[in-house]
């Protein structure tokens, strides 16, 4: 007996234990944002709340005020001649990102689900990409991107498919793909290509939270990638949060792509065109972590930015009819008039 | 049982190859039988060949129906490298023995000639009493001895050499100025053809064992080295010195070779590829050392390496390049470089780059080559304009169970991975055609949609086969439906 009530004690110390782990997120999240909020305060930045409607108010009431408007960007002009910074063009993503994001550290972005993945990877390739052209356009230097993939990122996401860069207008021809057959390897050549400036930008995959990119282990891929001035991106696949010494981290999802749009100018209700990628700023300089959704055109190369209440009804392809579909554009899909059925096509003789 | 060789004492016994085992031990009944193995025999040889490239580039192995039996060396124009043709025959028979190998050596004009003289002439004896000069023949006084010599010595298969006997034929003497026609219709071709190539009337080249390098240079050490740093350096000066005379060709290297001769006589070889052509001293050094840090290990020096040699397996012709001043200001080591580093250490398969395929079947489309395969076929497919295709791409397509309209809707629903989707909006389908020349007639047609789901997961979905024409729900066979990637 006495044996079993010692048990039922135990347990039921475990489960309050459980139960404080449960609410211990809660406290330390509303800790953080009040300490958020008043690192803001000082530093004089504006401490909206963040979800993205609100976040867009505040930002057509700084707009009003001149006198943010010439502030904030000062904030970043010293910024800028020292570090390479990416910008979005996006008043509001690049105020979020305190300018941007800054090219010569290391970037963690995480995609929550395996499914999210290729979100995940195309955002940091179109992030690499845009490097890459920077590069180009500014040291008139053709430098590769280099992309390194654990194997059981391989096999779980799928491998890297060149014609899909290609779609996303990246040339495959100057990236170097490196797959090692462990994640030792993987480390050991990150940590080498970190440090050239003769790569571009550094991919490295992993899948989940490795034990050996903790605290310490990204700690030394950042200092690398700062000496070297050249971004490296972590993709993280199906990982937690995890503190790492990345400034940024994003989290990656997939957004409703955009719809096509049709010689008449009307969107074609039942099509996908511009794939678009929300984004979440998990760890950043903000109080709070704040979404944007992006639009990448791959002919334009360029992003853009779109609210959320666009795309936020998809259309329900099942029962609703495409208004319009031009001249000389086929319907696909739920196209009424299939083509007739035709035989197998013999040679002749 | 038989016996398939014998050693000197079994020799001095009188018992002879091709006897019964039980005749053998009834001559002497104290014999030590062990079971023949040609191929371990043959990994020695190779080794013993290995070994003896420090003589010459060109060894053959003698092994006639795989059956090993010596090595042929090519020593044409080496010979002065070691002091002269007597101090070589010299050199290689006591380094023989020192490894406790007894070995015949000889050296004659032609293959056919030293390998009978090797046979006839008991060379360990002669040389320690400084004879070498008889386990040697030139043009000038081989007639005497090759008439001699008995008809063993001429590479004869045994059968023969008893027809020969027979009929009382036991000398080269006995058929040398012998009409050849009759002997030709009695013993077949091979008796007149090794006559011929033993005097030089007919060819007969050594078959080198390995492809003879383009450039080889080596450093012969008078105190062996061991440690890993003192390798890298002889691997340097040696690079250097090859430099000047991949210059003088025009060329540079793209595949080299070292070789590593330890005192005991196994011989280590290391092989490395660069992804681009090059002669930089430095570079290869660093190369190898990436190389021997992943595989060298300081005990298995032993006693130390002797000579070390370090080959240009291939060379390409490469175009002098002037260094200008703004290439060394920011490029600390260019992208051919970091390639190299990286597969000398992880292997080339590790290293790759996306190549593309005139097919329209998605993983035939493209596929990815070790980089330095990559410079090397330089011919790549022009890229043809690809729209819509997902960034990832499962090798292997994975099965979902969709519920589509039938023939040709896309899926509205489906069942990935143990999940549900519910399809919000779909493109397609994007009709592929079976490859018949590659799959067989009976492959089935794909039809790619790009399907998104409620949350705007974009994915790849194709349905195998057709209704009605490549699938009859009479034979119970229903087009399957497979996840393929994933977009962006």
């Known amino acids: 007996m006495k044996r079993g009530e010692r048990a039922m004690r135990q347990q039921q110390m475990r489960a309050s234990l459980a139960r404080e782990d449960l609410i211990r997120p809660d406290l330390i999240r509303k800790d953080l944002d009040c300490l958020r909020h008043k690192i803001a305060k000082i530093e004089k930045r504006s401490t909206a709340r963040f979800d993205n409607t609100s976040f867009a108010q505040s930002v057509k009431s700084d707009s009003d005020n001149a006198h943010n408007l010439v502030t904030l960007p000062k904030q970043y002009e010293n910024n800028r001649h020292n570090e390479d910074i990416l910008q979005f063009d996006d008043p509001a993503l690049d105020t979020a990102l305190s300018g941007g994001i800054n090219l010569g550290a290391l970037t963690e972005l995480r995609s929550q689900e395996t499914r999210q993945t290729g979100a995940a990877s195309a955002f940091t390739w179109i992030l690499a990409h845009q490097m890459q052209s920077f590069l180009k356009q500014k040291h008139n230097e053709d430098l590769p991107i280099v992309f390194i993939s654990e194997t059981s990122s391989r096999l779980e ?3 890297i498919y060149p014609p899909g860069l290609m779609s996303l207008g990246i040339n495959p021809a100057t990236c170097l793909f490196i797959q090692p057959r462990s994640l030792h390897d993987a480390l050991w050549v990150a940590e080498l290509t970190a440090k050239q400036k003769s ?49 940024l981290r994003l989290g990656v999802q997939s957004a409703p792509a955009a719809l096509r749009a049709l010689p008449s100018q009307r969107a074609f209700s039942n099509s996908l065109s511009n794939p678009a990628f929300q984004i979440t700023l998990e760890k950043s300089k903000n109080p709070a972590p704040q979404s944007f959704i992006l639009e990448w055109n791959h002919d334009s190369h360029s992003f853009t930015t779109r609210s959320k209440d666009i795309s936020s009804n998809p259309v329900d392809f099942h029962q609703e009819q495409p208004p319009d579909i031009g001249g000389g554009i086929s319907l696909s899909g739920n196209g009424s008039d299939q083509a007739s059925e035709m035989g197998r096509v013999v040679a002749f003789g | 049982m038989r016996l398939a060789a014998l050693d000197t004492n079994a020799q001095a016994h009188k018992l002879r190859e091709g006897q019964g085992v039980t005749e053998a031990r009834a001559i002497c009944p104290d014999l030590d039988i062990i079971a023949s193995d040609d191929a371990a025999d043959l990994a020695f040889l190779n080794a013993l060949a290995d070994w003896a490239d420090r003589y010459t580039p060109l060894i053959g192995l003698d092994a006639p129906f795989g059956k090993p039996q010596g090595l042929f060396l090519d020593i044409t124009g080496c010979a002065h490298l070691f002091g002269g043709e007597a101090e070589m025959l010299k050199d290689i028979v006591s380094r023989f023995d020192q490894m406790g190998i007894y070995a015949q050596g000889s050296i004659a004009p032609t293959p056919g000639l030293a390998w009978g003289l090797a046979r006839e002439f008991n060379s360990q004896y002669a040389l320690h009493d400084h004879k070498a000069e008889s386990a040697i023949m030139n043009w000038d006084n081989f007639e005497a001895r090759f008439r001699q010599f008995p008809m063993a010595a001429l590479r004869l298969p045994l059968d023969m ?31 007149l053809k090794r006559l011929d190539q033993a005097l030089g009337q007919e060819e007969e080249p050594v078959s080198p064992r390995l492809p003879v390098s383009d450039l080889s240079l080596e450093r012969r050490l008078a105190e062996p080295i061991g440690r890993q740093e003192d390798i890298e350096t002889c691997i340097e000066q040696l690079s250097n010195a090859l430099r000047s005379d991949l210059e003088k060709r025009g060329q540079a290297g793209q595949e080299f070779m070292l070789m590593l001769f330890r005192m005991d006589g196994v011989v280590r070889k290391i092989m490395i ?61 260019s992208m051919h470089q970091l390639a190299d580093q990286i597969t000398a250490r992880l292997g080339e398969e590790s290293v790759v780059k996306p190549v593309f395929h005139q097919s329209f079947i998605p993983e035939r489309a493209a596929s990815f080559m070790p980089v330095i395969q990559h410079v090397k076929h330089d011919d ?66 794909r039809d790619y949609y790009r399907v998104e789901d409620k949350s705007g997961r974009r994915f790849w979905i194709f349905r195998q086969g057709l209704y009605e024409r490549e699938t009859h729900l009479s034979q119970g066979l229903l087009p399957k439906w497979f996840m393929h990637g994933l977009f962006a």
């Open chain 1, 157 to 159: 996401g799928g491998q």
């Open chain 1, 199 to 247: 790569v571009a930008a550094t991919i490295l995959e992993v899948r989940g939270n490795p034990q050996n990119l903790d605290m310490a282990g990204t700690r030394r891929l950042h200092l690398r990638a700062q000496s070297a001035g050249r971004p490296f991106f972590l993709l993280r696949q199906a990982g937690e949060e995890e503190a790492t010494a990345a400034r």
């Open chain 2, 161 to 191: 050499l008893l027809a020969l006997d027979r009929v009382g034929l036991k000398k080269v003497k006995d058929i040398l100025s012998a009409p050849r026609k009759p002997l030709m219709r009695r013993f077949g071709p091979l008796l």
């Open chain 2, 273 to 333: 590829g660069l992804s681009a052509p090059s002669r930089d001293a430095k570079r290869i050094r660093a190369l190898f050392s990436q190389k021997l840090a992943a595989i060298y290990d300081e005990s298995d020096a032993g006693m130390g390496f002797e000579t070390i040699r370090l080959s240009v397996l291939q060379a390409v012709i490469k175009p002098d390049v002037q260094d200008s001043f703004v290439d060394g200001r920011n490029v600390q080591t």
């Open chain 2, 380 to 445: 790549q497919i022009a890229q043809s304009q690809y729209y819509d295709r997902p960034i990832r791409l499962f090798s292997n397509p994975e099965p979902v169970t969709a519920i589509a309209e039938v023939p040709e809707g896309p899926p509205i629903r489906f069942q990935w991975r143990r999940s549900q989707y519910q399809v919000a909006r779909a493109e397609g389908p994007e009709r592929i055609g079976a490859e018949w020349w590659i799959d067989g007639e009976s492959a089935q047609t």
